[in-house]
């Protein structure tokens, strides 16, 4: 066995290494935690000894990389699922089945399970709740309340949550959905993403009309075209929403028969029906490469039929192994016995073969490679289905009768024919972020390599941090056979592609996969919308399930090449000496009225007037006092006034209290107030802190805030937040250690220096 990396064991330590509950290790070694995997997922076999030592093998030097939730949860005996992906259950439009769902997505939540909801069902603003003479809200006001509980999950020290919500293309409030996140802290636990109907791509193309309807009656009709303009703009600013082909997705479902999708998992490679799970794993190509660098280099394709053959066994175990938040979901698992076997170092594999990623060699390649491995997979469920059943709802014509079965070689048809089949869907290319940084940091899913070498920031035992260069595995490789040689031409990253070179590889990868994909197609901020625009038909048009890109954008704080025009600091903004008070100081006073409390809470802010080098003056916070007559909030509403006075009078961008105080929810939940969900009173106190702060200048309106780029032209900055955003070229600043070594990828932020990532 290859001895893990650094940076590989710090990420067991962190995410995968199982620890009792006093935080002491149970497993001593990755090799320990590959020992008790094995034994978990062998576990349901007539004979578990005879299996264990064969599981335990496919896992070592990271040739099957079983999916996080696996590798942390299995053989723990905790309370957790060991699913990845979960599409809840159809929503009514009615205030029972509304909460119902809330509470079975917190469920799910609270063990681990990122989820998927399909908004569609729910009647669009303003149509009329009979019985009670008042009108509905619309879907987006209670994916507001979702959002909500998904932090309150968090606020309790469970993973982080992850969201994804679909709303159909001619629902009346898809407008509304398209701009919601354009809004500032808005549904930042979703990701969002539209249904695009066969339908509405034909009207789009032919420049016709569409109807925005619900329950038979038209609301609103558009253009197509101008609907479409409005996504493309949207994503082109915001990275959202995404857009999913759902009548692909249903037309070349195994499944076609018994089920229906609309919905997908957060990270969109699961398509799954109502109360649908999945469960996900991948085969590491880079591992696989006989001969790298030479010549010669090649898969080894007998190597990979046997490890795929073990890894479907291993993880059709998974369902029988797991534990189910709601068991809707463990019925919907044990009669489809879905799993998502994917890939993983791909772009790795193609490099150490001598091939540039995106190019036509390599797309040629990555489909023999890819053939190779659905063959293998469908062909190992068979194996098992010849010895323990085909799933429960196999139906032999009407299976294979499917247009995606239908593409399989003839050989497995008749194999299928005589013996069925285990598993109804075999195969999903998942994000794999985290388990391809602790496999020595290969490629990510199909993913380019994003940076060939980039430095992590670890944190030592004591405290400190050291910086340290991780680099990626194929060009590791590449320098210990070749030495100082240039790197070739084919060794490209994200940054050097083209969006063309990241199609052409999705639709390639598409045709051998039976579920999705989880990809993002990375372009630069000056690629031209009109280009970008054409992306999405090319994605259609080749063939895809979806399409998800990621365009740095100065409107959005992402990826920016600017950087602050420099300025004389000011004395008193140094943040050295707390500001010295006046004797009179101006200010205002807010009244708030929350529901809870029986009386009013008066808001007073106090300001400073600072003189600047130049002779100019500008207004800044300097402190707070909050008043009641209600005696419950005395204690902690002074100690509150006192932390934060004394953070303004530091000086500096004391602007962070505000969103300090806005990501305070309250777990019994929050208030609606003046039509928005404010999820705590300390939420309630920060807006009115960031009014106060936005009426006198020292934070700016929206699109008030400008600078300069390399260029010297100017760019508009829509939140304070995007000011720490702008320093690095090709990483953000992550939310969790505040370096900034965030990435976008396969639809998931990930952090390179401290393990986050947006999706686990």
């Known amino acids: ?149 998904c932090r309150t999950i968090m606020s309790a020290g469970s993973r982080r949550g992850a969201m994804m919500a679909t709303l159909r293309c001619d629902h009346p409030d898809i407008e509304d959905f398209i701009a919601a996140k354009q809004t500032p802290g808005r549904l930042t636990n979703f990701n969002v993403s539209v249904l695009a109907t066969d339908a509405f791509m034909a009207a789009f193309k032919a420049d016709q009309d569409w109807p925005l309807q619900f329950g038979g009656k038209v609301y609103k009709t558009v253009r197509a075209r101008a609907l479409w303009d409005k996504m493309m703009r949207a994503t082109y600013d915001y990275a959202e929403p995404g857009v999913i082909f759902i009548d692909r997705i249903n037309a070349r479902n195994n499944l076609y028969y018994c089920e229906n999708i609309a919905a997908t998992n957060p990270c969109g490679e699961q398509p799954l029906p109502p109360y649908g799970t999945c469960l996900l794993g991948s085969i590491n190509f880079a591992r696989l490469i006989k001969a790298p660098f030479s010549p010669q280099a090649q898969l080894d394709e007998t190597e990979l039929a046997a490890l795929i053959s073990t890894a479907v066994r291993m993880m059709d175990n998974v369902i029988e192994a797991s534990k189910y938040p709601v068991e809707e979901q463990r019925r919907e698992a044990e009669q489809k016995r879905r799993i998502g076997l994917g890939v993983t170092g791909l772009a790795d594999a193609l490099i150490m073969c001598g091939l540039r990623y995106g190019s036509p060699e390599a797309v040629a390649q990555t489909r023999r490679w890819m053939a190779a491995f659905r063959d293998a997979a469908y062909g190992a469920s068979v194996d098992l289905a010849a010895e323990k059943g085909p799933f429960p709802l196999f139906d032999r014509d009407k299976y294979l009768a499917g247009e995606t079965i239908r593409a399989l070689p003839e050989t497995l048809h008749k194999r299928i024919a005589a013996h069925g089949i285990r598993n109804a869907l075999i195969t999903s290319i998942a994000p794999t972020g985290t388990i391809s940084l602790f496999a020595d940091n290969i490629s990510s899913g199909l993913e380019p390599v994003f940076s060939f070498a980039y430095t992590r920031h670890v944190t030592m035992r004591d405290g400190s941090k050291r910086a340290e260069e991780v680099s990626d595995y194929a060009y590791r490789m590449f320098r210990d056979i070749k030495g100082d040689a240039p790197l070739p031409d084919y060794f490209v990253d994200a940054q050097s592609l083209m969006p063309g070179d990241h199609l052409v590889m999705q639709a390639a990868v598409q045709d051998y996969v039976d579920s999705s994909i989880s990809k993002t197609i990375n372009v630069p901020e000056s690629f031209p919308f009109a280009a970008f625009n054409d992306v999405y038909m090319q994605a259609y048009d080749m063939g895809c399930k979806g399409c998800t890109t990621y365009r740095p954008s100065a409107v959005r704080g992402a990826v920016l090449e600017i950087k602050k025009e420099k300025q004389a600091p000011l004395p008193s903004d140094a943040g050295e000496e707390p500001l010295a008070r006046p004797e009179t100081l101006p200010g205002l006073t807010y009244k708030l009225r929350w529901p809870e409390s029986d009386h009013a809470i008066y808001i007073t802010v106090n300001d400073v007037i600072v003189e600047e080098s130049h002779g100019r003056t500008h207004r800044r916070p300097f402190e707070v006092f909050i008043n009641s007559k209600n005696m419950e909030h005395y204690a902690w509403t002074v100690a509150l006034t006192r932390m934060i006075s004394a953070v303004f009078r530091r000086g500096g961008d004391v602007s962070f209290v505000v969103e300090e105080l806005k990501a305070v929810f309250d777990p019994r939940g929050g208030q609606w107030m003046n039509g928005r969900y404010v999820p705590s009173l300390l939420a309630a106190i920060g807006d009115i802190i960031e009014q106060h702060m936005i009426e006198i200048g020292f934070m700016p309106r929206v699109a008030d805030t400008r600078m300069k780029n390399d260029d010297g032209k100017v760019v508009v900055l829509k939140d304070a937040a995007q000011k720490d955003s702008a320093r690095d070229k090709r990483f953000r600043a992550c939310p969790k250690c505040g370096t900034h070594s965030l990435l976008r990828q396969e639809g998931c932020d990930s952090c390179t220096s401290c393990g986050y990532s947006k999706c686990s």
Request: proline residues 7%; glycine residues 12%; negative net charge.
């Open 1 to 149: 066995m290859t001895e893990p990396s650094p940076i590989a064991q710090q990420i067991w330590d962190m995410k995968y290494r199982f620890k009792t509950p006093d935080g002491a290790p149970g497993d001593g070694a990755v090799a320990d935690t590959w020992t008790r995997v094995a034994k978990a997922l062998a576990a349901p076999e007539r004979d578990p000894a005879l299996w264990t030592p064969r599981f335990e093998h496919a896992l070592v030097d990271f040739r099957f990389l079983p999916a996080g939730r696996i590798l942390a949860g299995a053989g723990t005996g905790r309370t957790v699922t060991l699913h990845n992906c979960f599409v809840m259950g159809t929503i009514g439009d009615d205030m029972g089945s509304i909460f119902a769902h809330l509470r079975e997505a917190a469920l799910t939540m609270q063990q681990g399970g990122g989820i998927g909801y399909d908004f569609s069902t729910l009647r669009p603003k303003g149509a009329p709740v009979k019985g009670v003479g008042a009108d509905a809200s619309g879907p987006l006001s209670f994916m507001e309340v979702w959002d909500s509980m």
